[in-house]
C-alpha cells in the first residue's frame, strides 16, 4: 500500500524546502511536525530553483499520523535520537521512517537509538542522501539554491518516493545498494560543510583557491584512509568527483553547517569528521587535518 500522506519531522531549512516543494507539487497532503506548538497552517515561501508560496499544516502531535503516512525525518543528526524518542514512544502508526541527516552509517545509529531505548514495535527505516541545496532565508522562506541528486533507498517505500520526488521536478533515484552512496555523501559534508563553516564562504568558493583545495585534498586522503582500514573500498579519485560535482551544483549555497555555525547552533561534525576522528583513534591512525576542522568547528560554535 503506498503513503497517503507524508509528516515531515523538522523545520529546518530540508524540512521547510522539502515540504514546500512536496505540498506545491505533488498532489499528496504535507504536514510538518514540531516539537513547537505548531497546530496552525504556516505559508512556506520557496525561491531560486522554486518559486512559490504554499500552506502547509503544522501538527504538534504525532500520534496524529495513521497507517498510511509516510514519516521523513529531517532533523540534524544530532537531533536524530530525542526525535526517534518522542515519536516512537507514543503510539503512532506510520510504517515506515524515511532518515534525511548527513553522517556516515545513520540506520544504524537509529537501530542503535531504538536499542538503547528499548522502543520494539520500530518503523522500517528507509535512508535518504541528498545533496539538494536548501538556504533558510526568513522564518519560513527557504532558497532552494541546488537541485543536486537524491538517492532512496530501493524498496517499496523508497521507490514510491523516488518517484514522487521526480514528479516534483527533482533529480531522485532508488538505489540498491545505498551503503557506497552514504559513505560518499559523509565524506563530501566531511569535506564541505566544516571547511565552509570555518572559512564562512559558499560552497562553490571551496574550488577557486588554492589553499582550500589543498585542505580538501588533505581531509579526503584522511577519510579515505580510514574507510580503506574499516574494510570499504573507496578511491580518493571518486571521492574527489562526486564532491566536485556536489559543489558544482550547490556553488552558491551555504552549506547546513556554515548556517548553523552562523546560527549559533550544534553542528553534524561528531557525525562527520568525529566519526573519522574516532574509527581512527580505534585504529591508530593518525588524522591531524580532521583534528585541525574538527577543532576549528568546536571553537566557532562554542565562542
Ligand atoms: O549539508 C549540506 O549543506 C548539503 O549536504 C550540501 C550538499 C553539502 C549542500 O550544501
Not at 14 to 29: D, E, F, K, Q
Not at 84 to 100: C, E, H, R, S
Not at 147 to 175: D, K, N
Not at 268 to 277: K, Q, S, V
Request: proline content about 5%.
Amino acid at each position: 500500500m503506498h503513503p497517503t500522506d507524508i509528516l515531515i519531522i523538522g523545520t529546518g531549512s530540508m524540512g521547510l524546502g522539502l515540504a514546500g516543494i512536496l505540498a506545491s507539487h505533488s498532489g499528496i497532503p504535507v504536514r510538518v511536525y514540531s516539537r513547537l506548538p505548531a497546530d496552525t497552517t504556516r505559508t512556506i515561501v520557496l525561491t531560486g530553483r522554486y518559486s512559490c508560496s504554499v500552506p502547509v499544516r503544522g501538527v504538534s502531535d504525532p500520534t496524529s499520523s495513521t497507517s498510511g503516512t509516510l514519516l521523513i525525518a529531517c532533523v540534524k543528526a544530532y537531533d536524530l535520537a530525542p526525535v526517534l524518542k518522542i515519536v516512537y514512544q507514543q503510539a503512532i502508526q506510520a510504517p515506515a521512517l524515511v532518515l534525511l541527516q548527513n553522517g556516515f552509517f545513520i540506520k544504524d545509529f537509529a537501530q542503535e537509538t531504538f536499542d538503547a531505548l528499548g522502543i520494539e514495535k520500530r518503523p522500517e527505516l528507509v535512508r535518504m542522501i541528498t545533496s539538494m541545496g536548501m538556504n533558510r532565508t526568513g522564518p519560513v522562506t527557504v532558497e532552494v539554491a541546488g537541485l543536486g541528486e537524491t538517492a532512496l533507498e530501493a524498496g517499496e517505500t523508497g521507490s514510491w518516493l523516488a518517484e514522487l520526488l521526480v514528479h516534483c521536478g527533482l533529480p531522485a533515484y532508488p538505489a540498491a545498494t545505498m551503503g557506497d552512496k552514504e559513505i560518499e555523501k559523509a565524506v563530501a559534508n566531511s569535506v564541505i560543510n566544516p571547511l565552509t563553516a570555518v572559512y564562512r564562504v559558499p560552497n562553490g568558493a571551496l574550488l577557486c583557491e588554492h589553499a582550500f583545495r589543498e585542505r580538501m585534498h588533505l581531509l579526503l586522503q584522511e577519510d579515505a584512509l580510514v574507510l580503506q582500514h574499516l574494510g570499504y573500498q573507496v578511491e580518493v579519485t571518486v571521492l574527489f568527483e562526486n564532491i566536485r560535482k556536489i559543489i558544482d551544483n550547490t556553488a552558491g549555497n551555504r552549506s547546513s553547517m556554515l548556517q548553523d555555525v552562523e546560527a549559533g547552533r550544534p553542528t553534524e561534525i561528531a557525525f562527520l569528521n568525529g566519526f573519522i576522528i574516532r574509527k581512527a583513534g580505534e585504529m591508530g591512525i593518525p588524522v591531524p587535518a580532521n583534528q585541525a576542522v574538527y577543532e576549528q568547528v568546536i571553537r566557532s560554535t562554542t565562542g
